[in-house]
């Protein structure tokens, strides 16, 4: 785990109940809908063949992402146990369901958003550690600061960091982290023996499950900004398309961090009700659509590696002028 992390599932993130809280139907619906999809691309990769199989697959390992992501903080039961045991099997191998959480649920500390060891989803780099890092990492980490960089080499960067720091984690005797990793394998040896059975190589649902975090990465590229008013960290992407329903409506990011027990279904119509409050209270951070998003920055960076609000920013990117114009140097990040 990064620097000042530790296991987080507070109400006050969203890791226990839900507004309104009951039995969410529309939840229990996706969760059966994403597995028996994935028994059945299994079951019919002879007849499809391994590219239409890695092609379905992508898209349905990214929707079991977000349901877990919806899980998490506490849907579709009151049961954590249920809830959990909706999302158990790793359909995408690489990330324990309990370390997503864990992890999740502290950058839903909204005062450290951003912050390079507090938040632990945060993509930026503090300048003091920076100088240390060696040359060929620097260039990875300034290659995937675009879009297409973040598609193609994010997942194995979140891979990594996420490895290394469980490890170190392990070897300081972090009980949690144990645990997390004591349930995630037999449920991944369950999925790799149930690909093993069907005529998908394992070489094809390891480029889907790849791929499933590249077509995720489009959603938390530039999901926050460096900006020294926390509420005005998080982004809404109005779009309603395919990339919307694959994320669960978690486009509209600053609503769910203001109202994270929310269920996906539920945000639409919430955002359509408070969207000009959602804005005044993140500071206009908007973009119209996930098209616009990839045509303003599959090739351009949006943000410099290194964290501009930290002392000792190195400058690296030529950031949009909306970003230029948060990183108000009066305030702490």
């Known amino acids: 785990m990064k620097k000042g992390l530790s296991p987080a599932s507070d109400a006050c993130a969203g890791g226990t109940a839900s507004e309104g809280h009951r039995i969410e139907w529309p939840t229990i619906g996706l969760v059966l809908f994403t597995h028996g999809g994935w028994a059945a691309i299994l079951a019919g990769a002879g007849w499809l ?10 898209p349905l390992l990214a929707l079991h992402s977000s349901l877990q992501h ?4 506490g849907h579709p039961f009151r049961s954590a146990r249920l809830n959990e045991g909706c999302v158990f099997l790793p359909l995408g191998l690489w990330l324990p369901y309990r370390r997503f959480r864990d992890t999740h649920l502290a950058h839903h500390r909204d005062p450290a958003l951003t912050d390079p060891y507090d938040d632990p989803e945060s993509n930026f780099v503090h300048p003091a550690d920076w100088a240390g890092l060696p040359a060929p990492w620097k260039v990875v980490l300034r290659m995937q600061n675009t879009l297409l960089g973040r598609m193609a080499f994010g997942p194995a960067v979140s891979a990594f960091r996420l490895w290394r720091d469980d490890l170190r984690a392990m070897a300081r005797e972090d009980g949690a982290v144990f645990l997390a990793w004591a349930l995630h394998l037999p449920g991944l040896a369950l999925v790799l023996w149930a690909v093993s059975l069907s005529a998908l190589p394992l070489w094809a ?13 489009i959603r938390t590229f530039l999901e926050h900004r460096a900006h020294h008013l926390p509420r005005a960290r998080s982004v809404v992407i109005e779009d309603r398309g395919l990339l919307a329903f694959l994320f669960l409506n978690n486009n509209l990011h600053a609503l769910h961090h203001a109202r994270p027990r929310l269920p996906w279904y539920a945000l639409p119509a919430a955002y359509d009700a408070e969207r000009e409050a959602t804005l005044v209270r993140n500071g206009g951070y908007r973009y119209r659509s996930y098209a616009e998003v990839i045509g303003t920055h599959l090739l351009r960076a949006k943000d410099p590696v290194t964290h501009p609000l930290r002392e000792g920013f190195v400058p690296d990117a030529d950031p949009s002028p909306g970003t230029l114009a948060a990183w108000d140097r009066t305030g702490a990040a």
């Open 205 to 217: 649902y390891g480029a889907a499950a790849y791929g499933s975090v590249s077509v995720l990465k």
């Open 49 to 58: 063949g391994p590219l239409p199989s890695l092609l379905l697959l992508v």
């Open 70 to 73: 919806e899980v998490l903080h």
